[in-house]
């Protein structure tokens, strides 16, 4: 089965701290996504990523930047953390050529 | 530019009843289209997929969907729904050609009651 893990379930940071949000998967997958998801604005995407160290922005990258050393670690970082950036957000893989994005089971960041 | 609306955003039916959650697309080219499922505190998880072959798709735990090109929609459908389908369902659609990036819908919530 494809696993795709996600450093933490729940994060508690600080206005204006650095956080670095981490996810993994063991499928070799060429693909990931960030995505950050709210109520009632369903899922909207932040990063991807389709090769090590290749990345593209999404359609709200304001904010956020991200890293892709590994072709199974894609790292999600906010430089400044603030209150508006308080949500849930997913990790997604998916393999070239292939139908389904797997998704890990989410970080739910509250910035206070 | 593609895009996906769903219809109603929160959906309360009895158990046992007959669940019809709605999604129209907009494609300028032949779409791949998807239903994802969220239970609470999970991610999200493929439920059925439309690839251009029969436009009646049967997914896990009882969903189907249709294709219906000339209405440009894919409704998700189950017959008899349990508790445990309760959860926030996604419709999707991708460029046939570029099925990596899919472009989402707003979600729909689905509470089955006792």
């Known amino acids: 089965d494809v696993k795709v893990t996600q450093s933490s379930r729940y994060l508690v940071k600080r206005t204006g701290e650095k956080v670095f949000l981490e996810c993994v998967q063991d499928?070799?997958?060429?693909?990931m996504f960030w995505y950050r998801q709210d109520p009632g604005l369903g899922l909207r995407l932040i990063y991807f990523?389709?090769?090590?160290?290749?990345?593209e922005k999404g359609d709200i990258p304001e904010g956020y930047s991200v890293s892709r050393e590994k072709k199974e670690r894609f790292s999600l970082i906010l430089e400044s953390a603030s209150t508006n950036q308080t949500s849930m957000y997913l990790c997604?893989?998916?393999?070239?050529?292939?139908?389904?994005?797997?998704f890990g089971p989410g970080t739910r960041l509250t910035v206070t | 530019a593609q895009s996906v609306t769903q219809l109603g955003s929160h959906v309360s039916v009895s158990e046992g009843a007959l669940v019809l959650l709605r999604c129209n697309y907009s494609?300028?080219?032949?779409?791949?289209l998807f239903w994802y499922v969220q239970y609470p505190n999970q991610g999200l998880q493929l439920l059925l997929k439309?690839?251009?072959?029969a436009t009646l798709v049967k997914g896990i735990n009882g969903f189907e969907a249709e294709f219906n090109k000339s209405q440009t929609s894919f409704h998700l459908r189950k017959p008899s729904v349990h508790i445990s389908d309760t959860a926030e369902y996604f419709c999707?659609?991708?460029?046939?050609?570029?099925?990596?990036?899919?472009?989402w819908g707003l979600g729909t919530s689905l509470a089955v009651n006792p």
């Open positions: 997604a893989s998916i393999l070239t050529g292939a139908y389904e994005q797997y």
């Open positions: 499928m070799d997958h060429e693909n």
């Open positions: 990523s389709y090769d090590v160290k290749m990345k």
């Open positions: 494609s300028s080219v032949p779409p791949y």
């Open positions: 439309y690839t251009s072959a």
């Open positions: 999707a659609v991708s460029d046939a050609g570029n099925n990596r990036k899919l472009i």
